[in-house]
């Protein structure tokens, strides 16, 4: 079945990076993109960017563009997500989440459990 | 950049009456629009995709229509469990660019 397992949470310092690892097992890894979403506590969901398991292509959101990094290994099946100069209002539940079908712009039907990042001094 | 809007931001039902969710792009994303649940302390789960397409696991009183800008998601007869925020996202490749979410809208019973 499938599955993305992210990393543990995080508490960080202002100013510092963030990298968060999703894990993907029981599907073909080349062949989907992954994306990233984050929520804020008690807020919406927000888009962040995709990357493709078959060529490492990104596309990231404007929002994030200067401060993320998408990444994969695929020896081991595994998307990083990188978010740099943390500030408080990053602090949120990240999410890892695999496109319904082969391609890019898609829905996202699994999700991780989300990782935790808490920025604060 | 869409902008992708929901109304209202929260729904009160009663046990067994219908439910009913819009969302609207702020551009043509023709009927590449998708519905997500998200229960507290959950990761978000796909509803609906193609506007109309029920997800794997999700009984028929959920439903989804419109094309373009406009679109509705229909709960026909709301069960306690159906208590959640749904969230609308445009997953359009054109213009080339960004994916969007909706703010939501939180279901709960009256």
């Known amino acids: 079945q499938v599955q993305l397992v992210q990393s543990r949470a995080e508490m960080m310092q202002p100013g510092a990076s963030v990298k968060v690892s999703c894990k993907a097992s029981g599907y073909p890894f080349r062949n989907y993109c992954i994306s990233w979403v984050r929520q804020a506590p008690g807020q919406g969901l927000v888009w962040m960017g995709w990357i493709s398991g078959y060529n490492g292509n990104t596309n990231y959101a404007q929002k994030f563009q200067d401060r993320v990094t998408l990444t994969t290994d695929t020896s081991t099946s595994t998307v990083y997500m990188e978010l740099r100069s943390l500030r408080s209002d990053d602090t949120a539940v990240y999410y890892c989440a695999r496109d319904l079908r082969s391609g890019t712009y898609n829905p996202f039907d699994f999700w991780g459990q989300g990782t935790l990042v808490t920025v604060s001094s | 950049e869409i902008v992708m809007t929901q109304s209202p931001a929260t729904l009160s039902v009663s046990p067994g009456a219908r439910a009913t969710l819009s969302c609207r792009a702020s551009?043509?994303?023709?009927?590449?629009l998708a519905w997500y649940q998200q229960k507290p302390g959950q990761p978000p789960r796909l509803l609906i995709y193609g506007a109309s397409t029920r997800a794997t696991g999700f009984p028929a009183r959920f439903s989804g229509s419109g094309s373009g800008t406009e679109f509705t998601l229909t709960i026909s007869s709301l069960q306690s469990e159906d208590v959640a925020v749904y969230y609308c996202?445009?997953?359009?490749?054109?213009?080339?660019?960004?994916?969007?979410f909706g703010p939501g809208t939180k279901v709960d019973i009256k």
């Open positions: 551009q043509s994303v023709a009927a590449n």
């Open positions: 996202q445009h997953y359009n490749n054109w213009p080339p660019g960004e994916i969007t």
